[in-house]
């Protein structure tokens, strides 16, 4: 009973937890009473959050049953989580309203936690290459993507694996559904801490690859808050350049392209046809004229809004690493595998183990899909 009793819940943890479901602060109390079978009210989880009325004992429990996290994660320090340090940078399909944008930089926030402190009880900590590179008008977002590929050593031509290419460099790369089909990915790098990304599960393939870029090209050219059309239209240059290196795709679209020849590049390059008529242009290998025409007919096979060709979802290795490490070599248990992170065996493995599951595989055009 003593040591229940000298159990105290963090308020910022409390707020961060709560962010992360995406609830209210009514709806924790809703949930909380049924939980506890008596009335909980808003005001109450309110004082609690500020820091007004500590949470102790069996309250961290009730907290903690109703925010379906362990009792433990409910005491972490919120600052040596890195919540809310650093820039948090977005690949965002349409506009997010302030509710969604809270619940994704916690989920950010507690994703960051609950990886570090996997690897850390894994001892699979790794060194980052990864640096800033200045951007202006001398130095472009391709040139930074070309830097990248040359410090990596990264071969000429497709990468076959993109999630595999950033975490060997340090980053730590989390798949899973972010509840929103208007954000494909989010990215955050604190001072002294690694990059984190993460991808949302419900992206197609070529989507998911073009946005693990996107996010990519912010960690290395963005470490402070700038314009956001801006730094989105630097983002997206240096993924062009990273995944379609001017070099090398050119010559494959100065030929001529149509949506025969489209179908083969996306299966070889792992990007939609969609940013291949965008690179096609920039590149100057077709016309205005041209570019407008494969839209229009890429929009009357409907292709604009579901491409053919299915591109294999990439599959991030180092935490099923670390999870392996846990249970194989340490004797874990998967409940208490997931007890570091702050979930239950169910939430864990749906999150860590089954949303990083590779998705689809790359395909050869089917003849009669055209």
Not at 89 to 104: E, F, V
């Amino acid at each position: 009973m003593n040591n229940q009793n000298n159990l105290v819940a963090d308020p910022g943890m409390l707020t961060l937890a709560r962010d992360s479901r995406g609830w209210t602060q009514s709806d924790l109390a809703d949930r909380m009473s049924r939980v506890d079978g008596n009335r909980i009210t808003q005001g109450y989880v309110s004082r609690a959050e500020a820091g007004r009325i500590p949470v102790r004992g069996e309250r961290v429990h009730l907290f903690a049953d109703a925010l379906r996290y362990t009792p433990a994660m409910l005491r972490r320090a919120t600052d040596t989580a890195g919540a809310g340090v650093g820039l948090v940078h977005h690949h965002k399909r349409a506009s997010m309203g302030t509710p969604a944008l809270r619940r994704i930089h916690a989920t950010l926030a507690v994703t960051r936690l609950q990886v570090e402190s996997l690897t850390q009880v894994a001892d699979l900590q790794r060194s980052s290459l990864f640096r800033h590179i200045e951007v202006n008008d001398f130095d472009t977002p391709a040139d930074a993507a070309e830097s990248v590929r040359e410090e990596w050593n990264v071969p000429a031509g497709p990468i076959d694996d993109l999630v595999a290419l950033l975490e060997d460099a340090g980053a730590l790369v989390v798949v899973r559904n972010l509840g929103t089909t208007a954000l494909d990915a989010v990215s955050q790098c604190p001072p002294g801490k690694a990059p984190l990304v993460l991808l949302n599960s419900t992206a197609p393939g070529d989507r998911f690859r073009f946005s693990l870029a996107h996010e990519l090209g912010h960690l290395v050219m963005h470490d402070e808050p700038g314009e956001g059309r801006v730094q989105e239209d630097q983002a997206n240059r240096f993924a062009a350049e990273f995944l379609m290196p001017h070099k090398i795709i050119l010559p494959e679209l100065k030929p001529g392209i149509d949506v025969t020849r489209l179908m083969d590049l996306k299966a070889r390059w792992g990007v939609s046809m969609a940013a291949l008529i965008r690179r096609a242009i920039d590149l100057g290998a077709i016309s205005e004229w041209h570019y407008r025409t494969l839209m229009v007919e890429l929009s009357a096979l409907g292709y604009r809004t579901n491409e053919p060709i299915t591109i294999r979802r990439e599959a991030p290795r180092h935490l099923t690493q670390a999870v392996t490490r846990l249970e194989e070599q340490l004797h874990l248990s998967p409940t208490e595998t997931a007890h570091l992170a702050g979930l239950g065996r169910e939430e864990f493995h749906e999150i860590y183990l089954c949303a990083s599951s590779p998705s689809g595989h790359k395909d050869v055009p089917d003849p009669s899909a055209r």
